[in-house]
Each structure stands twice: as structure tokens, then as C-alpha cells.
């Protein structure tokens, strides 16, 4: 699922959808009153992906580029994941250089903004949910089906990278 266009395929207790190359990304537009902006390079996805417990957003910022103002949240915790590029990120009065493989959590009144300090763009992963929610995730929320079928697996066994 690498295409340029939109492509949102729904299927039995999972949702998908293609958002293309990252280079792509800046097509993607929104316009008030899904952002108080107009903006360019950012994606909201829980729509496509019928996620009610959680928004995401993939974003592109410019080289050079900044957040325009300064904002918190009233209710929502965010994660925000740098995928690729560099710039730095306000939280509250504290600045972080932000590059590849960087993870910010924001509680809702931390005031936060960032900027694009570099001659490439940056591109990040956006996370938002309740903070006052509770998951019980990791490994405990997994379990193991011994027999169901693995479709690339017809008779050879693979040696699995995270285990037997």
C-alpha cells in the first residue's frame, strides 16, 4: 500500500489506509473548522481508520517552517513521533532538539510548539487521546492462536526475528 492517492480499504475488524510516500504528504490539506489554519502537510486519520479511542495525524513541515502559535489541549494527552527530518519542539518553557527516532508526551495544559530549524523537511506522527484514560496494553493484551494460519507460510517453518 505505497500508491500516491488516498486509498482507505475497510475489512472484517480492521480499517487501512494508504497515505502514499511521505514526500507526498504535503498534498494532503485541511481547512477551518477541522484547524483553526488553513494547513498543508498534515492528515487526520482516525475517519478512515473508525478509531474512536484515539486520533492520529501524519504531518510535514517544511524546511524553515514553524507551528504558527502556541496551543494545549483541554482533555487530550498527545504522543508526537518524529519519523524523519530534525527541528526543535517547545514544551512549556523547555527546548528539545528533535530528530528521527524522537517520542514527546504532552499532558492536555502543557503549552507546546515547534519548528522545522533545518533545510529538510520533518515529518511526524501525531497521537491523541483522553489522558485520563487507561489501556492495558503490551504484551498482558496479547494472545497466542497455536493454529491459525499464517498466509505466506505453506510448508517451510521461518525463524521469527522477535522469537521461536
Known sequence: MSQVSEEVVHGQGY???AAG???SWMRFRLSPPETPLPTRGKYFLRKYLN???LEMSINTLPAGREMPFVHRHKENDEIYF????QGQFQ?????FDVSEGFFIRL???VPRVWRNN???PLYYLVIQYRADSCVTGTIQDGERLEDYPIAWKAESDHDAPHGP
Open 107 to 109: 499532558s492536555p495544559e
Open 82 to 85: 518524529v519519523i524523519q527530518g
Open 51 to 53: 478509531s474512536d479511542g
Open 118 to 120: 533545518s533545510e529538510e
Open 21 to 23: 510516500p511521505m514526500e
Open 15 to 17: 480499517d487501512c489506509f
Open 91 to 95: 514544551a512549556g518553557t523547555d527546548v
